[in-house]
Every structure is written in structure tokens, then in C-alpha cells.
């Protein structure tokens, strides 16, 4: 895959459960092709596909089907291999390229403050061991620690296209025009806040959004007002579109919420989460998340269908 492919929306999917407790993948093709069926760009298995809560052979599983459904809609698949070790994260690597990942991405170790020279290594052994683009994750806006402007630099520096950029470190928009400024303008960035700092993020020239499923038909209408240039429909729907994920603080709020939404809109049988988990949705905070649904899909269904070329 080149890297003009991956723009656009990359939503990160959910993982279903069977009541069992193992991932169900009928229910999660269905996602997929739901997904697609709204017009995404691609797809992302990461944070929020509980990928951290996944043994190697259920990653092995979703990971093999999302990359062939991807493919039969021509589309990327996007893999997250990080790990707590190098040798593993290498390891995720090559595994994920050979069920198909179009490209990877990483978040550093979890465990480790770890030095620049060490997160350079890290993420230089990754890209060393594959020949597919990596997105280089700064996942600290909920989990880890921030990455430095000056490792991001160095590794485009020296891995070129092969390498962009996920950062989600507070305050979002600074840090992106930040690694935009120092690379002269050529890191390809994507947003990653679930959406939330996706006008302020667009504006600072990334090339993409990686949100989450749940609402990804809401980011594509987004997405296309922000390429056109009609501000009236970027305005609308960003409005009760932020106030919604607005509600999603943490990771764990994020797959609680995101499954909630799934299940109400028929994607989604349950909403299984594997845990322990830090956050579960309460009935007061489902009776607000369900109007504020409504409104944003009331809101977006009222305008007018963008014209295609």
C-alpha cells in the first residue's frame, strides 16, 4: 500500500463478544461491511478493539478477517502491533503482514517511561522489520506517556513515507502543528480523538481521522464538508457531534459508549466488554448518549447529500 491510500476515515473498530466471552466473528464481519456500507475509507483495529485485552491467536482471527474484508472493498487495513517489548512488537509485525495488514500501528510500552534513544529504537526496529507503513501512535491522551516532537521528526527523517504520525498528547492541536512545523510540513498526520478535535486537527492539515465505529457515518458527512468547504454542514453536525464524544473521557468510556451505540443502532447484539474496566455506562448517562444520538443523527440526516464527482 502507498501512502496516499491511507486518508481519509479510518474508524477503529469494536470487538463483539459471543456470551461465551470469545469474539464473535460473525457479528464483527457484519460491522465491517456496515461500516463500509457508510462510505469509510478503511479500517483500524486498535485501542478500542480491546486489542490489549485480546489473546495472540484472537488478535491473529480478527485481524485475518478484517484485513479480507478490507480488501474486498479495495480498502487499507490498518493493525496495531504494540507491545511492552521490542522483540514482541517486531514479532506483532510480521505477523500482522502476513494475514495482510496494509499498514501497522504502534503505541510505545505502556509500563516503561522509556528514554528518546529507547522509543526511536523501538519504533526503528518495527519499521526495519516490515515494508508497510507504520502509524507511529502517541496514545497518552488516555494511557502512557507523550512522545517526543524530536523522536517523531527523527524517525521520518530517516524512514520517510513509511512512517506517520497518530498523536493524541494534550493540547491536541498544538502538538500536531508542532510535529508539522518541525518536519517542514511533511508528516502525515492522523487525528486521533475519536473525532473530537477533528475541524481544529483538519485545519492544521492532517490527512485523515481514525474515530470510532459507532458514529462513523456522522465523520464521513464531517469529512467530506471539511474537504468541499461548506462550513454550514461542517458547523452542524460538529456541534452536537463534539458534545457526544465530549462524554467519551477516557478508553474504557469510549468502548462502553461506542458498543452502547452499536447495540442501538442494530450493529451489535450486546454490549460485552472485557474487563476489569474502569467505566460502565449508568442508566442516566444511556438516557443522555441516546439523545444526544438522536439529535446528531437527526442533524446529519436533514442535510443535503453531498454531490460525488
Request: glycine share 8%; hydrophobic share 45%.
Given at each position: 500500500?502507498?501512502?496516499?491510500?491511507?486518508?481519509?476515515?479510518?474508524?477503529?473498530?469494536?470487538?463483539?463478544?459471543?456470551?461465551d466471552?470469545?469474539p464473535?466473528l460473525?457479528v464483527?464481519?457484519?460491522?465491517?461491511?456496515?461500516?463500509?456500507?457508510?462510505g469509510i475509507d478503511?479500517?483500524?483495529?486498535?485501542?478500542?478493539?480491546?486489542v490489549?485485552?485480546?489473546?495472540?491467536?484472537?488478535?491473529?482471527?480478527?485481524?485475518?478477517?478484517?484485513?479480507?474484508?478490507?480488501?474486498?472493498f479495495?480498502?487499507p487495513?490498518?493493525i496495531?502491533?504494540?507491545?511492552?517489548?521490542?522483540?514482541?512488537?517486531?514479532?506483532n509485525?510480521?505477523?500482522a503482514t502476513?494475514?495482510?495488514?496494509?499498514a501497522?500501528m504502534?503505541?510505545?510500552p505502556?509500563?516503561?517511561?522509556?528514554?528518546?534513544?529507547?522509543?526511536?529504537?523501538?519504533y526503528?526496529?518495527i519499521?526495519?522489520?516490515v515494508?508497510?507503513?507504520?502509524?507511529?501512535?502517541d496514545?497518552?491522551?488516555?494511557?502512557?506517556?507523550p512522545l517526543?516532537?524530536?523522536v517523531?521528526v527523527?524517525l521520518?527523517?530517516l524512514?520517510?513515507?513509511?512512517?506517520m504520525?497518530?498523536p493524541?498528547?494534550?493540547?491536541?492541536?498544538?502538538?500536531?502543528?508542532?510535529?508539522?512545523?518541525?518536519?517542514?510540513?511533511?508528516?502525515k498526520?492522523?487525528?486521533?480523538t475519536?473525532?473530537?478535535?477533528l475541524?481544529d486537527?483538519?485545519?492544521?492539515?492532517?490527512?485523515?481521522?481514525?474515530?470510532?465505529?459507532?458514529?462513523?457515518?456522522?465523520?464521513?458527512r464531517?469529512?467530506?464538508?471539511?474537504?468541499?468547504?461548506?462550513?454550514?454542514?461542517?458547523?452542524?453536525?460538529?456541534g452536537?457531534?463534539?458534545?457526544?464524544?465530549?462524554?467519551?473521557?477516557?478508553?474504557?468510556?469510549f468502548?462502553a459508549?461506542?458498543?452502547?451505540?452499536?447495540q442501538?443502532?442494530?450493529?451489535?447484539?450486546?454490549?460485552?466488554?472485557?474487563?476489569?474496566?474502569?467505566?460502565?455506562?449508568d442508566?442516566?448517562?444511556?438516557?443522555?448518549?441516546?439523545?444526544l444520538?438522536?439529535?446528531?443523527?437527526?442533524?446529519?440526516?436533514?442535510?443535503?447529500?453531498p454531490?460525488?464527482?
Amino acid at each position: 500500500m502507498t501512502q496516499r491510500e491511507l486518508r481519509g476515515v479510518f474508524p477503529v473498530f469494536q470487538t463483539p463478544y459471543r456470551p461465551d466471552g470469545g469474539p464473535d466473528l460473525e457479528v464483527l464481519e457484519a460491522e465491517f461491511h456496515w461500516m463500509f456500507g457508510h462510505g469509510i475509507d478503511g479500517l483500524v483495529m486498535g485501542m478500542v478493539s480491546e486489542v490489549l485485552r485480546l489473546n495472540p491467536s484472537e488478535v491473529a482471527a480478527i485481524g485475518t478477517l478484517a484485513c479480507a474484508v478490507a480488501h474486498k472493498f479495495d480498502a487499507p487495513c490498518v493493525i496495531s502491533v504494540g507491545a511492552e517489548s521490542t522483540y514482541v512488537a517486531v514479532e506483532n509485525a510480521r505477523r500482522a503482514t502476513d494475514y495482510g495488514a496494509s499498514a501497522l500501528m504502534a503505541i510505545p510500552p505502556l509500563a516503561t517511561a522509556t528514554s528518546d534513544d529507547e522509543t526511536f529504537g523501538y519504533y526503528s526496529a518495527i519499521l526495519r522489520a516490515v515494508d508497510v507503513p507504520l502509524v507511529v501512535q502517541d496514545a497518552s491522551g488516555y494511557v502512557g506517556q507523550p512522545l517526543s516532537i524530536a523522536v517523531q521528526v527523527r524517525l521520518l527523517d530517516l524512514f520517510g513515507d513509511q512512517v506517520m504520525f497518530k498523536p493524541e498528547a494534550q493540547p491536541i492541536g498544538q502538538r500536531i502543528s508542532e510535529l508539522r512545523d518541525k518536519s517542514g510540513g511533511r508528516a502525515k498526520i492522523f487525528e486521533g480523538t475519536g473525532g473530537l478535535a477533528l475541524v481544529d486537527s483538519y485545519r492544521r492539515g492532517i490527512v485523515g481521522t481514525m474515530p470510532g465505529a459507532d458514529l462513523c457515518w456522522a465523520v464521513v458527512r464531517l469529512w467530506q464538508a471539511l474537504q468541499s468547504g461548506n462550513e454550514a454542514d461542517v458547523c452542524a453536525i460538529n456541534g452536537p457531534f463534539v458534545t457526544l464524544i465530549s462524554m467519551q473521557a477516557e478508553l474504557d468510556a469510549f468502548i462502553a459508549i461506542e458498543k452502547h451505540l452499536l447495540q442501538l443502532q442494530g450493529v451489535f447484539p450486546n454490549t460485552a466488554v472485557r474487563g476489569p474496566v474502569s467505566y460502565s455506562i449508568d442508566p442516566e448517562t444511556a438516557l443522555e448518549v441516546n439523545a444526544l444520538f438522536n439529535h446528531l443523527r437527526d442533524t446529519v440526516q436533514s442535510l443535503r447529500v453531498p454531490r460525488t464527482a
